[in-house]
């Protein structure tokens, strides 16, 4: 039994559609309708049968059909680029050298036709020492005169759209992976059909008249709303979901980040991409044999494949330091050091080097300073890694900076981020000392999130820095895995529409 409010509530071209159909037999196609009543566009037609279809009032039944097109005439003008081939090896005696072909032939053509007679089997290609020759076959001979079957339906094409349907698959497929010698086109066939509800609402009488949809300033200051129907609003009627515009979860997230560093007084800082392995990796007191430096680890560059150190001062300090400690009492790393090592060009592979350069240019205390950047690691991708990825990265150089004040810091960064528990636990890094690593208690478990610790006094020395430098590098795309209680970091950067379209973080 359809509803009183459902009749009630149907516009006026639902009404003239609901009629239109049903002096038609119950079912028409669009095409049919516009020729046959009063609809002047098939968007008129669509709509209305879109909105009777959620009202239970008809059925959209669609079938749809490829077809294919020609390209560009020149194909069946000029001729396939192996026509024109097997057209002149058999101008030249049935037999040329494949030198020859390119000589006569557009250097792409040649190329492709070379290929073609040999896979529709009209030549052959003879090896003689360094030389190749193609010689035609009986196949070849016979098509001299006559068309190919991709020959024949590329004719067809020429003066009509060609049916999927009535092609061979492998014929067709052949074609279409020629470069835009085929263009598809889908074409859609609709028919619309009354329901049992649909014939019932007919049955019960449906008066075509005007009714006012919406209220206008002149129809409420004229009175004229007075004299009029309006059509009655069904709450209950299907509305298509609104998308709004709105920035991406990543976005948002990295928005709070520094949101949260900026209101407890950081400025934010970014450096470049592509750097020198000294400020990398040597600036940090990394051994130069280190494993992180290895190709497995770490994007090189080919070009530029270095860097040139340019303050000689600073280079000769560091090199100092990882020989023998230099002046700060550390006993280096021993060995050699090596300049074109460190003069390498790579990808940075942490943002720790951000603030080396900003602490190299600003020594002196207090200094508090955050970056949210990319960096790349030659990472195998699986559902915890990526070879690209974000880092948060700060320090805080202050006279009276300790391991205390670096845990206070971190531990009120992530409850402003909404986690309440934070612990701590040792750990190594080459520049920090002491060093340790963050964890968070997430879904009943402890997760980690990155490292931090005290700068070692041979990262500072060269640059003059005379307090501690307090200095963290936390995950981005884990602490956003967490957010959302995501199990793979693939899908943070998956183009999924729906995906965004749900997300409702803002």
């Given amino acids: 039994m359809i509803s009183p409010s459902v009749l009630e509530g149907l516009s006026h071209n639902e009404k003239r559609l609901l009629l239109a159909l049903e002096r038609e037999g119950g079912g028409s196609s669009p095409e049919q309708l516009l020729a046959s009543s009063d609809f002047q566009l098939e968007v008129e037609i669509m709509n209305s049968a879109s909105w009777l279809q959620t009202k239970g009032l008809l059925t959209i039944n669609e079938d749809s059909e490829r077809f294919y097109r020609l390209g560009y005439a020149s194909v069946v003008t000029e001729g396939l680029p192996e026509r024109r081939a097997l057209k002149y090896i058999h101008d030249k005696g049935g037999e040329v050298t494949i030198s020859e072909l390119n000589g006569a032939l557009p250097a792409e053509d040649a190329k492709v036709s070379v290929g073609w007679l040999k896979r529709k089997g009209l030549a052959d290609i003879i090896a003689d020492g360094d030389s190749k020759s193609l010689r035609i076959t009986d196949k070849g001979k016979e098509h001299l005169d006559s068309d190919t079957e991709d020959e024949k339906l590329l004719k067809s094409m ?19 992976g020629r470069r835009g010698m085929v263009v598809e086109e889908i074409r859609v066939r609709r028919k619309l059909i009354l329901t049992p509800e649909g014939l019932e609402a007919l049955e019960s009488g449906i008066e075509l008249r005007e009714e006012i949809v919406q209220l206008t300033p002149d129809l409420l200051q004229s009175g004229k709303w007075k004299a009029k129907a309006f059509r009655p609003y069904d709450v209950n009627t299907f509305a298509p979901a609104s998308h709004p515009a709105k920035r991406h979860p990543l976005t948002r997230l990295g ?249 409702t973080i803002f």
Avoid: C
């Fill in 158 to 176: 020429a003066k009509a759209p060609v049916s999927e349907r009535k092609v061979p698959s492998g014929l067709l497929k052949d074609l279409i």
């Fill in 255 to 503: 928005d709070k980040i520094r949101s949260i560093f900026l209101q407890m007084g950081f400025a934010e800082i970014e450096e470049e991409y592509v750097q020198s392995a000294f400020w990398n990796m040597d600036v940090l007191f990394t051994p130069q044999d280190h494993p992180a430096r290895d190709l497995h680890d770490t994007f090189y560059l080919e070009d530029p494949a270095t860097i040139e150190l340019e303050d000689e001062e600073i280079v000769e300090k560091v090199r100092r330091i990882h020989m023998d400690g230099g002046d700060t009492g550390s006993t280096g790393w021993g060995g050699e050091w090596s300049e074109e090592v460190a003069s390498k060009a790579m990808l940075r592979t942490h943002t720790t080097v951000n603030t080396i350069r900003h602490l190299a240019k600003n020594p002196d205390a207090p200094l508090k300073v955050f970056s949210l950047g990319r960096l790349h690691r030659n990472e195998a991708i699986d559902s915890t890694h990526l070879p690209e990825f974000t880092q948060i990265e700060g320090i805080v150089v202050d006279e009276n900076g300790s391991f205390d004040m670096l845990v206070s810091i971190l531990r009120e960064f992530y409850k402003r981020m909404g986690f309440e528990e934070m612990r701590i636990r040792p750990a190594y890094f080459p520049y920090t000392e002491p060093s340790l690593e963050v964890e968070v208690f997430f879904n009943g478990k402890w997760m980690e999130l990155g490292g931090a610790g005290i700068f070692r006094p041979e990262v500072v020395a060269p640059f003059g820095v005379k307090h501690p430098v307090l200095a963290w590098g936390l995950g981005f795309e884990r602490l956003a895995m967490l957010t959302w209680d995501m199990k793979d970091i693939r899908d943070l950067y998956v183009s999924d529409i729906d995906m965004l379209r749900r997300n």
